[in-house]
Structures are given as structure tokens and as C-alpha cells.
């Protein structure tokens, strides 16, 4: 009776989750590939992303909550703001990744982030009008670019953001749900 009990417990998930860290569990069950129109979260996914660039994901998760403190909550405006001296205070502090072009950029980013909230009404009308608020499926294990990320990250770098490069754009897409890529064996994969 109580093995049977445990075994309808078991969730199935995408292989690449690390089953010993619940803060990478947590994030594929709640967050990743759930489609997300909220600006705030919009821009904050953006900025883990690009910090993301080169490095695991998992060591970004793992240092996220330090990011929120350092990073004014993910306020795009407060960031748009900060100065060299504040910029120096970040490169200071061991709870994020220290990386001075990546600490530039995310001010950078966050005007033009803000730029384009003022051109579409929302930043939400324009990362989702590139699938007229469609969600799109794959198998996470297809590639790292797709033509969508292609085109998103050409039109970002054209506005002046950095490290949004394909892969990472692609990436953010699947963080926020655009791209849905759990796995089929996976029980959050609902394709519709």
C-alpha cells in the first residue's frame, strides 16, 4: 500500500532539472515554460538571462535572490539610473556574478527595455507579438537558436541591449513561456 502510494508521487520532469537542488526543482515546476506577460517578470528574466551568458543557469538560480537585493528588485527604472559608482558597488558584491560589461550592459538594457515599453504600450506586446501571442512547443533538446531567437536578438542588438545574443535570447523564450520545450516524458509538457 505505501509503495503504491510513493509511486503515483513521482513527477516526471525534463532530465536536465537537478533533482538535488530544490531551487532549480522549484523553478521548472513553477516558472520555466509557463507563459509570463508580466513586465516585471519580463525584465527580470531578461537580466538573469544575459548574466546567464556563458555560465549554467543553475549558478544564476543559485544567486538569484542576491540579484533581486543588488538590483533594486528588478526595477528597471532604478536601474536605468545607476552611475559608475554604483556600478563599482555591484562589481563589489559577492552575491552576483561580478562581471563589469554584464553589470553595464544590464543599465543599458534596462533604458532600452523602458524605450520599448514607451513604443508598444507594454514590453509584454512586444516580446509576445513575434508569435501574435502564440506559444510555441519543442523538445528542449532540438538546439540552442531558432530563426524566432535569430530575429529577436537582431532587433534588440539594433536598439544598442547587450548580451542578447541567439542563444541567450532563446533561452529567455523558454524561460518566459514563448517557447514551451519540457520534454514529452516530462508531466509539465502540455502541448495544446
Known amino acids: 500500500m505505501i509503495k503504491a502510494n ?13 533533482m538535488d537542488n530544490p ?13 509570463e506577460h508580466s513586465d516585471k517578470k519580463l525584465f527580470e528574466m531578461l537580466i538573469l538571462e544575459c548574466f546567464q551568458a556563458g555560465l549554467s ?3 544564476i538560480l543559485n544567486k538569484r535572490e542576491g540579484f533581486r537585493q543588488a ?12 552611475d559608475e559608482e554604483k556600478c563599482l558597488q555591484l ?18 538594457n534596462s533604458r532600452i527595455f523602458m524605450e520599448i515599453q514607451k513604443e508598444y504600450g507594454s514590453f509584454d506586446a512586444y516580446i509576445w507579438g513575434f508569435t501574435d501571442g502564440k506559444i510555441i512547443f519543442e523538445s528542449s533538446d532540438i538546439r540552442s537558436t531558432s530563426p524566432l531567437s ?4 537582431k532587433d534588440l542588438k539594433k536598439r544598442g541591449m547587450k548580451f542578447v545574443g541567439s542563444t541567450v535570447i532563446y533561452a529567455y523564450l523558454q524561460a518566459i513561456g ?3 520545450a519540457h520534454t514529452k516524458e516530462c508531466d509539465y509538457y502540455k502541448e495544446k
Open 6 to 18: 510513493l509511486h503515483k508521487c513521482i513527477i516526471h520532469r525534463c532530465s536536465w532539472v537537478n
Open 57 to 59: 543557469w543553475e549558478c
Open 71 to 82: 538590483f533594486d528588485d528588478f526595477d528597471a527604472e532604478k536601474i536605468s539610473c545607476y
Open 178 to 180: 514563448i517557447l514551451n
Open 150 to 153: 535569430d530575429q529577436i536578438s
Open 91 to 108: 562589481m563589489a558584491n559577492p552575491s552576483i556574478i561580478r562581471n563589469k560589461l554584464k553589470i553595464h550592459a544590464c543599465v543599458t
Open 23 to 35: 531551487l532549480y526543482v522549484k523553478y521548472h515546476d513553477t516558472e520555466w515554460g509557463i507563459p
